[in-house]
């Protein structure tokens, strides 16, 4: 009677999830043929099983959790076996939805200024002239930033506004703005003095 050699082991695959570099994350579901087979734990991690022969390629799709953008593709992975033992790693992107946005404005010669985004004042310059504040949109996406001078008629040019775009990563944005204020003209009146009547040439 011949006995069946036995199967081989199976292959352990894993996986490292990441948002920004650095950033593990928790909770992305790791799924073959539809079907979940792991999920990342807090450190981003996650390790599957897989059957197959030894250089056979096999996929894997990744879904990011909420507010993260998942692999647009399958993951495909080559089964081997590593000399240390060890399981090869993939490392899969998920970055954010949405990128946070500091816009920083200095403003010279603009005292006391709203500062205008999505036709709201979300914040007003200081005495220097500068302000700040913070805000999240989506990566690629567009705004502008106005800085309203209808309450002073000095200044000029009146009301700029710039335009930012959101790159890939958190940004700082600078919104640099030089105000030229106009002087009031002096009119100088001559005075005539009277004329002294009486009096000798």
Known sequence: ?????????????????????????????????????????????????????????????VKCPEGFTSPTKPISMRLARMRDGRAPEFRVSCPPNQRKVVVAVKAENGPNLPVIYLGKVITRTDASGAAHFALEAPPGGQFQVT????????????????????????????????????????????VKLPTCLGCKA
């Not at 650095?22 to 807090?42: E, F, Q």
């Not at 209808?150 to 640099?176: E, L, N, R, W």
């Open 147 to 190: 800085l309203d001078t209808s309450g002073d008629a000095k200044i000029k040019p009146a009301s700029p506004s710039k335009p930012f775009t959101v790159g890939q990563h958190d940004d700082i944005f600078v919104f640099d703005q030089k105000f030229e204020v106009e002087k009031k003209k002096v009119v100088h009146h001559k």
């Open 1 to 61: 009677m011949t006995l069946d050699p036995p199967a081989p082991p199976p292959f352990n695959v894993a996986f490292a999830v990441e948002g920004d570099p650095g950033n593990p994350i928790t909770g992305a579901i790791v799924s073959r043929n539809d079907k979940a087979v792991a999920t990342t734990g807090p450190d981003g991690r996650a390790t599957l099983t897989l059957e197959g022969a030894d250089g056979e390629t096999v996929d894997a799709t």
